[in-house]
């Protein structure tokens, strides 16, 4: 591997995350037929990864105080609600229980739930009770679930799936 090639592969990362999107491959050191130069560079991108964890942690620790919701009549829930047979990530936001609610689909194949989503639907939760739906196949519900719901995903099943959610979120909300 080359250093250009590493440059290239760190970019590409940087976009992959900016989309919400993050994918990480950490080369291990040791592998393989690696040479003493790969392996100073594998300790280089683990350096580089741990570096940019820890940057996504201090975003995630300032969204928590920057967009509490501290409203009395506030809702900020994020649990794992059983839909379609499996365990489904939901987020549920806003400043007032009586605002009406906005199911927002996302479309994957991340969580809706990074550090950057929190400053762009801020605005809306003063409006709108908000709700964010990691579909099968997405997020920390394919986190929970892996790849075994893979032929399952289905449009007829990702609508049956969405009608549910409603259901839920309308009983939900009558309580």
Known sequence: MTIGNESVRLRRVALLALNG???FFLP??????QSPQDAQQSQTSVAEYQNFAAFLSF?????????????PRGI???QFVSIGGIEQW?????WDRDNPVLLFLHGGPSDVTNPWSFA??????????LVQWDQRGAGRTLGKTGPTVAPT???????RDGIELSEYLRKDSRN
């Open 153 to 159: 995903i289905t449009v007829d099943r990702m609508v």
């Open 59 to 71: 975003l995630r620790a300032r969204n928590t105080r920057q967009y509490a919701i501290s409203s």
């Open 90 to 94: 939901i987020t549920i936001r806003g």
């Open 21 to 23: 999107s993050l994918i």
């Open 28 to 33: 291990i050191c040791g592998a393989f037929g």
């Open 76 to 78: 900020d829930e994020a």
């Open 120 to 129: 762009l639907f801020a605005p809306w939760e003063k409006h709108f009770t």
